[in-house]
């Protein structure tokens, strides 16, 4: 099987992979998507990291293949083990262009902050987590999961998929909710 490949990402752009800038272009895109969404609710957001997002391990997803070898070889499990390959590497660290529109947009980042906000009966924010997207070894597209919440009760993980034009451009194409609330 072949996996998707994302290094490190450099502090240097010009020295990051294609599938690294990528993905981290994927990244901004999303949560300026989802800023762009709760503006226009009148609400600010926050961004912050969960460790695996309950996104599935690499162990748990190889035994769901060894108890069903008929999704051998289908077309999503590549990009799915390679998703859960980088199920513990933070966006935020990986990708500088995110992090410094986080900062310079003066967009809630701290967890102490957000845990604080949270704990209210009315949250003041909307809170985005998600993983650092994958890209197919093809690079034509790009698998991440998020979290999105508004209150104790209003928020869904989701598994999202980008695509890649032919005009090279990453577009949003699916969002699949996993578990709501």
């Known amino acids: 099987m072949a996996l998707a490949f994302i290094p490190s990402a450099c502090s240097d752009e010009a020295r990051e992979s294609p599938d690294t800038v990528a993905a981290c272009g994927i990244a901004l895109d999303y949560a300026q998507r989802f800023r762009t969404d709760w503006e226009k609710l009148g609400r600010p ?18 035994q769901v293949l060894a108890d069903n070898p008929e999704f051998e070889g289908g077309p999503e499990v590549a990009i799915t083990l390679a998703a859960a390959d980088l199920r513990d590497r933070r966006v935020m660290d990986e990708c500088s ?19 604080e906000l949270t704990r209210q009966p009315e949250w003041p924010i909307a809170v985005l987590s998600m993983s650092l997207p994958a890209v197919s070894e093809d690079g034509s597209t790009a698998l991440f999961y998020s979290r999105k919440y ?20 990453w577009v949003l194409h699916d969002e699949e909710e996993l578990a709501i609330s």
């Open 45 to 62: 957001i926050a961004i912050r990291y969960e460790p695996g997002l309950s996104v599935p391990t690499r162990q748990k997803l190889e």
């Open 150 to 169: 508004a209150g104790p009760l209003a928020g869904a993980l989701m598994a999202v998929t980008y695509k890649k034009q032919a005009s090279g451009k």
């Open 97 to 115: 262009n995110l992090r410094n529109w986080v900062q310079t947009s003066g967009i809630l980042s701290d967890d102490a902050r957000i845990d």
